[in-house]
């Protein structure tokens, strides 16, 4: 089982299209995968799980739909906070909820404090996230706190993260056929394991991800050492 697996929730429009829906569809249909695969997640015990819901990039989207997911994650969050707290899952954000329309990050920031003491399993929401962004925030902490350059190394780097105090992705999977990595957890997934499948986000069932799990527990994660004799 991974200890961290981070998930690029790819392909809502493309099912909605499909289906002559509008893309507000695919979203919808898209919180309700996200939903039944945190619950699987929690139950199969992988104690960090990273979900990309929102990028910097994605700003460049129509207005109507960036509103459009904002309003849907606010609901999400709204309908989902009492069975967060039952699964004892703590939501926390990976990104800047600072540039979000108030009344969502409102909701966030309520979520966050209200599963703050959570223990069986965090759940990151990647949100206005951006991997090259995260790394020269850091580097901005980092100049700011007077650090000592020959005191800086790979691990220390780490706690100016975001994933701050979590460990690094063992397994990220892509849904939507897409074989990229769209600025997600740069710094973060240097030794994942990357599984890529062509279901749509809103078609990706607890099956599917058992299959990429039992994928994952065949890889040889050799970083950088030589194939075991
Ligand atoms: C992923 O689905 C959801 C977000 C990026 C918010 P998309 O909206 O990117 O769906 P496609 O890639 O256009 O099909
Ligand atoms: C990545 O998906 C971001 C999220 C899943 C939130 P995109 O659909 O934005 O990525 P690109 O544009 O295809 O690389
Ligand atoms: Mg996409």
Redesign the pocket.
């Known amino acids: 089982m991974p200890g961290h697996l981070a998930i ?3 392909g809502n429009g493309r099912w909605a299209r499909q289906k002559n829906l509008p893309r507000s569809e695919g979203h919808n249909q898209g919180t309700k995968t996200a939903r039944a695969i945190v619950e699987e997640s929690r139950r199969l015990g992988i104690p960090h799980l990273t979900l ?4 910097k ?2 700003w460049a989207r129509p207005k109507e739909e960036v509103s459009f997911l904002f309003s849907l994650l606010s609901r999400f969050l709204q309908k989902e906070l009492q069975s967060l707290i039952k699964q004892d899952i703590r939501l926390n954000i990976l990104g800047e909820p600072g540039d979000l329309p108030l009344a969502t990050r409102k909701v966030l920031e309520h979520a966050c404090t209200k599963t703050k003491t959570n223990k069986s399993m965090t759940l990151n929401l ?1 949100l206005n996230y951006s991997g090259r962004c995260e790394i020269i925030r850091a580097c901005r902490l980092i100049v700011q706190k007077g650090l000592d350059p020959d005191r800086i190394t790979e691990e220390g780097f780490k706690d100016f993260l975001y994933t701050a105090g979590q460990p690094d992705p063992d397994l990220i999977i892509r849904t939507s056929g ?1 074989l ?1 990595i ?1 600025n ?1 957890l740069l710094y973060q997934c240097a030794y994942s394991e990357l599984y890529f499948t062509k279901t749509l986000w809103p078609d990706f069932t607890p099956q599917e991800l058992w299959r990429a799990l039992e994928d994952y527990a065949h890889r040889q994660r050799r970083l950088g050492r030589v194939e075991p004799a």
Not at 52 to 55: G, K
């Open positions: 690029i929730m790819d990309y819901a929102f990028s990039e994605n990647a897409e990229r769209s997600y």
